[in-house]
């Protein structure tokens, strides 16, 4: 089915239909206690350069390779950022390679030209992929929606704590030392989403989604009201940091 005339939209859709769950740490492992970290595998060092400093300024961290083998021999990751076109080895064995030990996420990126070939290749287990040139917006949509698919057969469970705030996720309790913090359900619901993923940026549409499940909560300020009444609470008013223009960050453990 993949023959001439592919259009990529469609493409698009077989690939996000025949994703694979996939989870984020091995198990036993707290989700998401420090910030999420990317593996960037880019030979283009200007490209590769640009989007690690507009990845670093969202909120992950970065491990580098320029080669197949550099991709290979990294330590492990939350998510893979994988250009196909690499000078020691073709990207799609890369993709099968690190599909096989794990089930890390894994978007592709690919060339234009290259794209329609790619397309079969890919159902070796990218989760998503995006075609060069892409913009931030597109990439940062794809990241979100990958690691919100992967969030979602990783259970809510253990314990995030960052300095002597602990949000269990088991119990549904925040304390901060000793002391138990009474939330609302909005509050806690809000807390936990950022503990999840706490160092990464989550956007107030992403929160809208997980702690209102909507797009529009009818009030602009609905979730900026909640943070402020959630740093009173916590007392602690960097814990919540607010990353302008995109949503809000629970300040990494570390
Ligand atoms: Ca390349």
């Known amino acids: 089915m993949c023959g001439d005339g592919f259009p990529a939209e469609r493409s698009r859709g077989v690939i996000a239909g025949i994703l694979r769950p996939g989870g984020l740490l091995p198990p036993g492992q707290p989700p998401y206690a420090a910030a999420m970290r990317v593996l960037l595998v880019e030979d283009d060092v200007r490209v590769g350069g640009a989007l690690e400093t507009a990845l670093r300024r969202r909120g992950y961290d970065i491990v580098r390779a320029g080669t197949a083998a550099e ?152 979730v900026e009201v909640h943070v402020a009444a959630l740093r009173a609470k916590l007392g602690d008013p960097g814990l919540v940091q607010t990353v302008r223009g995109v949503g809000y960050r629970l300040r990494a453990a570390r």
């Open 71 to 222: 991709a290979l021999a990294a330590p492990p990751v939350d998510l893979v950022l994988l250009d196909l076109g690499l000078p020691d080895r073709d990207g799609i064995e890369v993709c099968r390679e690190l599909r096989r030990r794990g089930d890390v996420a894994i978007i592709a990126v690919t060339a234009r030209a290259q794209e329609r070939d790619r397309i079969a290749g890919l159902r070796t287990g990218a989760d998503d992929y995006v075609v060069k040139p892409f913009g931030m917006a597109e990439l940062q949509a794809r990241i979100d929606a990958v690691m919100r698919r992967a969030a979602r057969s990783v259970p809510n469970r253990g314990r995030v704590t960052v300095e002597d705030v602990t949000v269990d996720l088991d119990a549904h309790r925040v304390t901060v030392g000793d002391r138990e913090i009474p939330l609302t359900r909005k509050e806690y619901d809000l807390l936990a989403a950022l503990a999840r993923r706490a160092g990464a940026v989550v956007t107030r549409d992403e929160l809208l989604a997980d702690v209102w499940q909507t797009t529009w909560a009818g009030n602009p300020h609905t």
